[in-house]
């Protein structure tokens, strides 16, 4: 396959654990060698603190590539502790939603920034804001994939047929090649029988969409942002870091 797979990581559901997965997924692709990209695409800029980064004091964005002011390859950091490179976000990106309605080609303007640093990955993984905005179809625009992270609750059932039927759109108007990488249990507690129920619901309806890997609840993955290290490189050994390579395992493995 040539270029990078392009995964963008959505839910419209706030506290479901996106950026935990984005942070510690790209940090763990890095540990198997593969040349990854981290795009914070969320306002909170919670990735890019996550990763070690001080949005407060990033000169270039991604509100800056998606307006034209910089070349992505302007804005791009190298994350030494997870070695993976990451496009910071901040507040600033609250304001680019309104700009970009006024812009020609506003869906596609992440799509077309990222073509031009291509050939320099293997992964691209978008952490998108908790919202099915102009920023995350510009996700889903420039996506090969989708990854769904999910708690195992009720509503999370309701929301999800909100998403799908997003990503159907996206993928009839914008990017007919969208489709959905997987579903991905976050949070999961085996002693909740509620959380049993929803993980065998997901496994009826989706078979082999739902990724085998089950992240647990983990005070490891609370911690490790307030640090400023990905989880899986601040205890290795913890229960939610394993989750996170058992899932690099388990992407690398499937067809690309």
Request: glycine content about 8%; aromatic content about 6%.
């Amino acid at each position: 396959m040539s270029g990078p797979q392009i995964l963008a990581v959505v839910n419209q559901k706030g506290g479901v654990g996106k950026t935990t997965t984005s942070v510690n997924l790209a940090a763990a692709l890095a540990q198997s060698g593969r040349r990854v990209l981290l795009i914070d695409l969320d306002p909170q800029g919670n990735a890019t603190m996550g990763s070690g980064v001080d949005k407060r004091n990033a000169a270039r964005t991604v509100y800056h590539v998606l307006l034209g002011l910089c070349e992505l390859a302007g804005a791009r950091i190298k994350v030494e502790k997870g070695a993976f490179d990451l496009v910071p976000a901040n507040r600033e990106l609250a304001g680019a939603e309104i700009e970009l309605v006024e812009l020609s080609g506003r869906e596609t303007r992440l799509k077309a920034a990222l073509e031009r640093v291509s050939g320099d990955y293997d992964f691209v993984l978008i952490d998108c804001p908790p919202s099915l905005s102009l920023l995350t179809v510009n996700a889903l625009t420039a996506a090969q994939r989708v990854l769904i992270p999910m708690q195992c609750e009720y509503y999370a059932l309701e929301g999800l047929s909100d998403l799908v039927s997003t990503i159907k759109r996206v993928r009839s108007h914008l990017n007919p090649q969208l489709e959905i990488a997987g579903l991905l249990r976050t949070m999961y507690d085996p002693r909740n029988t509620l959380s049993q129920q929803v993980s065998q619901q997901l496994e009826a309806h989706f078979g082999d969409k739902v990724y085998r890997t089950l992240v647990p609840r983990n005070v490891r993955l609370a911690e490790a942002p307030s640090y400023g290290v990905p989880a899986v490189l601040w205890d290795a050994s913890s229960k939610g870091a394993q989750a996170y390579f058992a899932l690099a395992s388990e992407i690398l493995a499937r067809p690309a």
